[in-house]
């Protein structure tokens, strides 16, 4: 599933090419991906022009003149892509496509059809049931090591599991904590209610750190994730341990190498020396 780097990859690359632009065409080819598609989209879209494209945890938030925001999530296998609607041919997989004053089109591709949209007033975000609950961005000046010391305290699950709850940090997902926890020198098998003080800090500034480089290499491509452009990301090759299992650990003289272990149904990797 895309995490927030290749959501925010794939939102940067359609505010480049759509800011500003009216919104002539949405065309539904099917009445529904993971959900139905809301009732009367096309009448609350078409003729509005994009103000402003922004992400939220790992959400797609398109904010039109009139204060309705579409909103879009990628799911398992989703991609928005984007280019000139002269060029346009269409995939078996591409379910919705949306076109603008300029000759752009923009199509959401998905085979699972795990992503899905939604449309909500501006003014309705913060109530909507996508984003009521959700913790702050990892990336902004709320998610701090004292306000995650407060939010792990009492927790006896592992810290991996405290920091891919969406309540607690927004966008995390399993590759960008694997990575994060590496950089850290933090256990993911450790009590989250042990992850307090300075190491609370230290494991706040690696996954700013990871986010920042994930972003500035356009994301990682694992499977089915590009860029807006069609472009791969190029993140993978500069993870530490995720998917590296028995490869040897690129920070420590460890040799053991990178291990992998299960937790909650996900592959979890890591170096035994060097996170405690």
């Known amino acids: 599933m895309p995490e927030l780097p290749e959501v925010e990859t794939v939102c940067r690359g359609l505010a480049s090419r759509l800011e500003g632009r009216v919104l002539t065409r949405l065309e539904l080819r ?79 591709n998905d085979a699972r059809r795990f992503g899905f949209l939604d449309y909500c007033r501006a003014e309705d975000l913060g109530t909507h049931k996508l984003f009521a609950d959700i913790g ?72 700013r750190q990871v986010l920042l480089n994930a972003i500035a290499a356009g994301g990682s491509s694992l499977r089915d994730y590009v860029q807006a452009t069609g472009e791969l990301g190029y993140f993978q090759h500069q993870w530490a341990v995720y998917g590296k299992e028995g490869e040897p650990c690129p920070d420590c003289t460890c040799t053991t190498g990178i291990a992998r272990i299960v937790q909650s149904n996900r592959s979890t990797f890591y170096c035994a020396q060097r996170q405690r």
Do not use: C
């Not at 797609?60 to 204060?67: E, K, N």
């Not at 701090?144 to 009492?154: D, F, H």
């Not at 405290?162 to 590759?175: R, S």
């Open 136 to 207: 702050p961005e990892p990336l902004g000046n709320e998610f701090s090591g004292p306000y995650l010391s407060s939010r792990l305290e009492g927790k006896m699950t592992p810290i991996k599991a405290a920091l891919l709850d969406q309540k607690i940090v927004a966008g995390l997902g399993n590759i960008y904590v694997s990575e994060s926890l590496y950089w850290a020198g933090i256990a993911p098998t450790r009590l989250a209610m042990t992850v307090v003080g300075t190491a609370a800090d230290t494991l706040v500034a690696a996954i």
């Open 30 to 108: 099917r009445p529904d991906m993971r959900f139905p598609f809301p009732p009367g989209l096309k009448g609350l879209v078409e003729g509005r022009r994009v103000v402003a494209i922004k992400r939220r945890a790992k959400y797609i938030l398109m904010t039109l003149d009139d204060g309705g925001v579409l909103i879009g999530h990628l799911g398992m296998s989703g991609r928005m892509l984007i280019g000139p609607k002269a060029e346009l041919v269409l995939e078996p997989h591409d379910h919705v496509v949306l076109e603008t004053e300029d000759g752009t089109a923009v199509r959401f």
